[in-house]
């Protein structure tokens, strides 16, 4: 029967002779549950079979490596491993999904997930990671490429004995075979460098070796980059030259993506579902499947993807991560309870992939960890929750869910600092996280809301068990002569709504913040000028600090490093640097963007003066990121007691 909400994403779909139930790919993100050696752990099978329970039809979790190496999180070098990944497959399968598994080799990117043996085509990497240090991939030998190749084949068959559906070879991200792929990483003059028909016959190889020892009939899948990002690397025309010779292989479908772990950060600037019009040059280049991937996040996005033709298949990753379940609520009709992954690549990337640690996400504090899983109090308590950002919110829905009585204070809105980070059209998907916390807040019958600014008074005669402070930050205010002139708003209130007027803006901040407000400033035409204090510029260490230089690089933005502000004249603003040398600088406008303070008092005095149970979470407690406070109202509310 059709299904009434998603017709096309919830259709039969076939990967060779391998029957789906549906057209959703859980594509793999990894989990890095695994054993120090590479081999399966509890964890990691308890993992696979949550993403089973979670309704896709075709589920890849971790990637496995051909050789001896375990940063990759599995490895499929040895009859050995067989036994565990036998595990994994049969998790998924007892579960209602078609196994996949990915073999990979990071090939030149091996170095950032902490491999001692960098390989590539040639002694090439993308040039900023060589100058931030990165080792230089050795070039391989064509003995060791045709060793490289029986390797795969071999451990394709290793995985098909371990009874997955399927095995997709990693070609894209900067794996190996994209090393050899891109002109500019391959500048060997043999067999496999040159042309295009050379620089793909790795990839070839590989499948061929797969595929003779699998057997014919056994679905091998591909994964590619519509491009890379990277200059001189790989485009899209060239990608469909290899998508068609893949086929003539008896591929049995092509997975696409967009990018590499270099440019990663990119995909934090692109709106959702950039790759579709790519993938559908793909897909109509083609008769075998092909995954449309990237940027997809709710189900009307991937029910359109498929009606208009740009893939038979979605292929989704982080939105999984942040909802499991993504795909049964879906299936009926249940859209609205999808908790939404918000793009911020904090979880999955800074503090997972890239941080060599087990893969988080900022909006499921849950992820993998089963120890911690919503259990029904034995004791409800009386819990009041002072503040509705993401650490309140949090904070009051699990508390809620777990049996507890929650009281809300909330002062203007739900949301927070949420509301006016969610501004900048690449942060949209912060949006629908607020509306996912309001609905469900209001929809909860243990919680109340009360919207006024909550008083130390009125928490105290609330007779309240449990108290958690979410009251965030405060702009830091800026000791300068005349900062309270008319020229002055405050970034927040900016970024609010607020209209700034002037043609010429100075921006004092250098951090995220002050860069998002610099960046929607200049797209109303405005001249920016950054102001920041310490010598460097986003110098934090993220995608988000990454993506935003880049796309401010690619602007006229006049950004000044080493200078303090001092004074605000008529016009015009003077800084200092720390030798006490003076500049003026001519302005319409001024926007502080100095960052933020905790906005403690309430929970210090309450701490002091009360014998309830009271959390210090998000902001309030150190001013950082999302993820933090989330995941630490998250932690608040599992531990009353």
Known sequence: MENKYYPNLFKKGKIGNVVLKNRIVRNSMGTYLGNPDGSVSSRQIQAYVDAAEGGAGLIFMDNA??????????RADGDEF?????????????????????????????????????????????????????????????????DLVS?????????????????????????????????????????????LHNRMR??????????????PD???????????????????????????????????????????????????????????ADCKKIADAVNIPVFVGHNIFTPDEAEELLKNGCGEFVALGRSQLADPHWAIKAEYGQASEIKPCINCLIGCLDRGLLNHTAIHCTVNPGLYKFERETINTTNPRNVVVIGAGPAGCEAALTAANNGHKVTIYEKREFGGAMIEAAKPENKKNIRRLISYYKDHIDAHKNITVINKEATYEEIVAGNYDVCIAATGGVSRKIKAINIDSQMVVNAMDYLGGKKVDGNTVA???????????????????????????????????????????????????????????????????????????????????????????????????????????????????????????????????????
């Open 65 to 74: 490596t051909p050789v001896p190496m375990t940063s990759c999180g599995l």
């Open 82 to 146: 067989i036994a565990g990944l036998s595990q994994l497959a049969d998790a998924l399968k007892m579960h209602g999904a078609a196994a996949g598994m990915q073999l990979a080799h990071p090939g030149r990117d091996a170095g950032f997930v902490g491999s001692a043996d960098v390989i590539g085509a040639s002694p090439i990497t993308f040039e900023p990671w060589y100058e931030a240090g990165a080792k230089l991939p050795r070039e391989l030998s064509v003995d060791e490429i045709h």
């Open 151 to 195: 390797k795969f084949g071999d451990a394709a068959l290793r995985c098909k004995h371990a009874g997955f559906d399927v095995v997709e070879i990693h070609g894209a991200a900067g794996c190996i075979p994209t090393n050899f792929l891109s002109p500019h990483d391959n500048h060997r003059t043999d067999m496999y460098g040159g042309s």
């Open 202 to 215: 790795l990839l070839i190889e590989m499948v061929r070796d797969m595929k003779k020892k699998c057997g």
């Open 218 to 276: 056994f679905p091998i899948g591909v994964k590619l980059s519509t491009v890379d990002w990277e200059p001189e690397g790989i485009t899209l025309d060239e990608t469909i030259e290899v998508a068609k010779a893949l086929e003539k292989e008896g591929v049995a479908y092509i997975n696409v993506m967009a990018g590499t772990h270099a440019t990663a950060a990119m995909e934090f600037l692109m709106p959702n579902c950039f790759n579709a």
């Open 507 to 641: 921006v004092i901040g250098g951090g995220i913040t002050g860069a998002e407000t610099a960046l929607e400033l200049k797209a109303e035409g405005k001249k920016v000028i950054i102001v920041e204090m310490t010598d460097h510029f986003l110098a934090q260490k993220s995608n988000a600090c990454q993506a935003y230089s880049i796309a401010i690089s690619q602007t006229d933005i006049e950004i000044k490093t080493g200078l303090r502000l001092i004074e605000v004249g008529d016009h015009t603003i003077v800084l200092t640097d720390r030798y006490g040398n003076e500049q003026n600088v001519a302005c319409d406008n001024v926007v502080i963007a100095a960052g933020f303070v905790p906005d403690n008092s309430i929970y210090t005095k309450l701490e002091e003066e009360t014998d309830m149970q009271v959390f210090n979470v998000g902001d309030a407690k150190r001013v950082r990121q999302i993820f933090d406070a989330v995941h630490e109202g998250y932690i608040a509310a599992k531990l009353i007691h």
